[in-house]
Each structure stands twice: as structure tokens, then as C-alpha cells.
């Protein structure tokens, strides 16, 4: 009996491990700075969150492979609250952020059918959190959203769409809300 009382200890303990190193635990911080401008490649997609992953991967991938364009940070910019919206009805638009060095490149990328905008630089409400794995977006989800909608309440400000950047050299997730009175 003691053997496995052990085993359920140990496996517990691991989990919360587990859990510490995907930011469980972590404190948010927030702060208001300006954020952007950022220009980004993106496709429009209406349906669940959880499915913008793929559109993420699929325009990484056809901008590496077919034009030789590496980018190294993935963003979402999600419009409804799906407290409030039903999944098949969320809108969002989806894609990569590209590096500077290829700026250039956006009116041939355009031509050859990619949607392309600028997000502009804005005062910002702006929380971090670890990326580790599509768990980790997950708690970052549970643990970030509450205070920021907590933050935009007491502060009166409007609340704005959701913009998140998946930082991949940083393996940080940066949330941010446009910061409106």
C-alpha cells in the first residue's frame, strides 16, 4: 500500500511540475505601453479558436517554402469573447508577423493573393506568458484574460479585440487589449 501511496505522490508532484514549468503558477503582470506597429500576413476565419492553429501553421509554412520568407512570431487577433459567442459564430483573423527585412516584399505578396495589413502602433494593455506547447495557450487563456478583463473593468476602459503574439524565439505568448475609454 505504501509502494503505490508513493507512486500517486510522485505522479502528483510531477504534474505540478509540469504544470510550474507551463506558467500555472506564474503571476500576471500587466502594464500599459505602446505596442506595433506590426505587419502581418492573415487569413479571416469564423469558427472555433482552436482551429486558427492550423491556419497559423499553413501560412508559416506556404510563406517559408514558396517565398523563402521566414517569420518567427504568429499572432491571432480574436474579436468575440466566446463567453458571449457561439464557437461556430467567433471571428478572427489569423497568420504571421512579418520580420522587417521583408517589408519589401509585401506588394508582390499581395499580387500573388496574400492578405496583408499593418496593425498600428497603439496604447496597449499587455500581459506575458510562457509558450511551451498548445497546453501552455491554454492556461495562458484561463490565467490571462480574467485579469485583463478585471484590469479593463476597473479602469473603465471599452473592451477591444483580443490580440495575441505567439513570440517563438521568446517562447512568450504577449496578450494585448487596444486601450480605449
Avoid at 69 to 98: H, W
Avoid at 140 to 162: H, L, R, S
Avoid at 164 to 179: A, T
Wanted: aromatic share 12%; hydrophobic share 40%; net charge positive.
Amino acid at each position: 500500500m505504501k509502494i503505490i501511496a508513493t507512486i500517486f505522490l510522485v505522479l502528483i508532484l510531477a504534474l505540478l511540475i509540469y504544470l510550474a514549468s507551463l506558467g500555472l503558477f506564474n503571476r500576471i503582470n500587466l502594464e500599459e505601453k505602446d505596442m506595433g506597429p506590426f505587419t502581418v500576413v492573415y487569413e479571416n476565419h469564423t469558427g472555433p479558436y482552436r482551429e486558427t492553429s492550423a491556419i497559423q501553421d499553413k501560412i508559416y509554412y506556404k510563406l517559408l517554402n514558396e517565398e523563402q520568407i521566414e517569420t518567427y512570431k504568429g499572432f491571432g487577433i480574436y474579436y468575440d469573447n466566446p463567453k458571449k459567442v457561439a464557437k461556430e459564430e467567433l471571428r478572427s483573423e489569423v497568420g504571421s508577423i512579418l520580420e522587417t527585412k521583408d517589408y519589401a516584399k509585401t506588394e508582390a505578396l499581395k499580387t500573388k493573393g496574400y492578405k496583408i495589413k499593418t496593425i498600428e502602433k497603439q496604447k496597449s494593455l499587455v500581459a506575458k506568458f510562457p509558450l511551451k506547447n498548445q497546453f501552455s495557450i491554454m492556461l495562458g487563456v484561463i490565467k490571462v484574460y480574467p485579469a485583463m478583463e478585471k484590469y479593463i473593468a476597473e479602469n473603465d476602459y471599452q473592451q477591444t479585440p483580443a490580440l495575441e503574439i505567439y513570440d517563438i524565439p521568446n517562447q512568450q505568448i504577449i496578450y494585448i487589449f487596444e486601450i480605449k475609454k
